[in-house]
């Protein structure tokens, strides 16, 4: 079975610097991957895709398959930044089914 | 444009009673429907999906049951809740052929 594993529960950095949320999967077959976020009062919303490869708000995330990595990275975290993120995956051919992690807090201090 | 209406927000119930979570979708046809669980410091579980009026998917056996009596409603059901059924519940919707799923609001359900 799929699993998605994020480490840290709780993530605090000081603005101005690099983030790296990590997220790690275990999937025999070819996976699609995603990070979702939760602003403070807001709905859980995609963040991005691994096969879009763009940068969103500053994060980007590449898919390592040899290390079984989907990491979220920002070089420079922001306060706006703060905020619950999960990392998804969807199965090939899994009827568009996800299993998320259990979600790191990031916390940005000025 | 697409949205996704979720209700009630919040919700307490004492053991034993029913419930009826609804969610609906608007601006797209024949939505994929999702209804997810989330216990504290726990990640989203899939509880049930739908690809179409009256077919539902269930992920985990439990004390709940879903239904799709129309092309964009998904109900979450109980005939008796457990405490254990405490949580936060999410409906989300996709298109048809996949791709990133969208959320509601969520429902806070509280068991006494």
């Known amino acids: 079975a799929q699993r998605v594993t994020q480490p840290e529960k709780l993530l605090s950095v000081f603005k101005g610097a690099p983030v790296e949320l990590k997220c790690n999967y275990s999937y025999s077959g070819s996976p699609e991957l995603f990070w979702y976020v939760q602003y403070s009062r807001q709905r859980l919303q995609l963040l991005l895709r691994?096969?879009s490869r763009e940068s969103i708000k500053g994060f980007t995330a590449d898919l390592n398959k040899g290390e079984t990595s989907f990491h979220l990275k920002k070089p420079f975290a922001q306060e706006e930044d703060s905020a619950m993120y999960y990392c998804?995956?969807?199965?090939?051919?899994?009827?568009?089914?996800?299993?998320f992690g259990t979600g790191t807090q990031l916390k940005v201090e000025l | 444009s697409q949205t996704i209406h979720q209700w009630p927000a919040t919700l307490v119930q004492p053991v034993g009673s029913p419930l009826s979570l609804e969610c609906t979708v608007e601006?797209?046809?024949?939505?994929?429907l999702y209804w997810y669980r989330q216990a504290a410091g726990r990640g989203l579980q899939l509880l049930f999906y739908s690809v179409g009026i009256g077919q539902i998917s269930s992920e985990v056996p439990q004390n709940l049951s879903a239904s799709r009596p129309q092309d964009r409603q998904f109900i979450l059901s109980s005939k008796k809740l457990l405490l254990s059924d405490s949580g936060f519940y999410l409906c989300?919707?996709?298109?048809?052929?996949?791709?990133?799923?969208?959320f509601g609001d969520g429902t806070r359900l509280s068991i006494l």
């Open positions: 691994h096969i």
């Open positions: 989300a919707w996709s298109v048809p052929r996949g791709g990133p799923q969208h």
């Open positions: 601006g797209t046809s024949n939505p994929n």
């Open positions: 998804a995956l969807n199965k090939a051919g899994g009827g568009n089914k996800l299993t």
